[in-house]
């Protein structure tokens, strides 16, 4: 089907899709660029449109024939109705419409990433994407983090959205229900401040691990819920890292030492 008028009603809606209101309105999210839309056909999320610039250049001939298998419309659209719809600067000229059902449940695995308050986009896209390769499953997005579905998010993530688990609600109240399926696990925090370090700690049993923001830091109530602070230790005079890479080194350290598990089930 073919769309010129960036007043239809589908360019409108899809174009929605860039304001959080939006995302939510229609749970659904935008992802862009050759890369994404392949991730996105070839994941288990419900894809409800595949859109093509028309005077994009070389058609996408491999991911509409990815679309037609799964039975997902394809739009191709003109200059002006794609720019309308499009988040980048230099757009690739393919984008999908991906379903997002709203809230998305919680499962509380037994190894788990907590944002709370982390804003900055790229933080929370690098992070979603370091959780994934580190045998995370599901990312709690505190209510004051970056929308996880927020474009420069899912670019960051580098298709990682597609396969994580990400509820948001309070930081809190997610990890109070977190303990209800996990009463011998923990809440860990990294803190510059701290004593032990995170080679020192024991990450082999169920673990909540907690991001804050780098400028306002953690939450006094997710604070006061954390069971142990840890530190990352570093040479002088460098005192900090930069949120998304303290988290990595984090959640790479808790990867090594359960030896390389998922924790998406229970602690071996």
């Given at each position: 089907?073919f ?27 935008l992802?862009?660029g ?16 595949l ?10 001939v ?32 393919v984008?999908?419409?991906?379903e ?6 919680a ?29 995370v ?50 809440v860990?925090v990294c ?46 005079p ?31």
């Amino acid at each position: 089907m073919f769309i010129e008028s960036t007043h239809n009603p589908k360019v409108r809606q899809w174009a929605s899709l860039k304001t959080r209101k939006g995302r939510r309105e229609h749970s659904a999210f935008l992802a862009e660029g050759r890369r994404l839309v392949g991730e996105a056909l070839a994941s288990a999320r419900s894809v409800r449109a595949l859109l093509w610039d028309v005077a994009a250049g070389e058609e996408p001939v491999e991911l509409k024939r990815l679309a037609e298998a799964r039975g997902v419309p394809i739009y191709d659209l003109s200059p002006q109705a794609f720019a309308a719809v499009s988040d980048t600067v230099t757009p690739q000229g393919v984008a999908v419409v991906v379903e997002h059902p709203m809230p998305s449940a919680a499962s509380f695995p037994a190894f788990t990433l907590v944002l709370d308050g982390l804003r900055d986009p790229g933080n929370v896209g690098t992070l979603l994407r370091t959780a994934e390769a580190f045998g995370v499953s599901e990312v709690c997005c505190g209510a004051d983090a970056a929308d996880p579905l927020a474009p420069k998010v899912v670019r960051a993530s580098m298709g990682a959205v597609f396969r994580l688990s990400l509820p948001e609600q309070p930081s809190r109240l997610y990890l109070h229900a977190w303990r209800g399926h996990w009463p011998d696990g923990q809440v860990v925090v990294c803190d510059a401040a701290a004593e032990q370090t995170c080679a020192e700690s024991d990450f082999t049993r169920p673990t909540a691990i907690v991001v804050g923001s780098e400028a306002w830091g953690l939450s006094e109530d997710v604070r006061a819920a954390a069971d142990r602070f840890v530190r990352i230790p570093m040479d002088p005079p460098v005192e900090s890292l930069n949120a998304a890479v303290a988290g990595s080194v984090m959640l790479y350290e808790a990867y090594r030492q359960r030896g390389g598990r998922s924790g998406a089930g229970g602690v071996e």
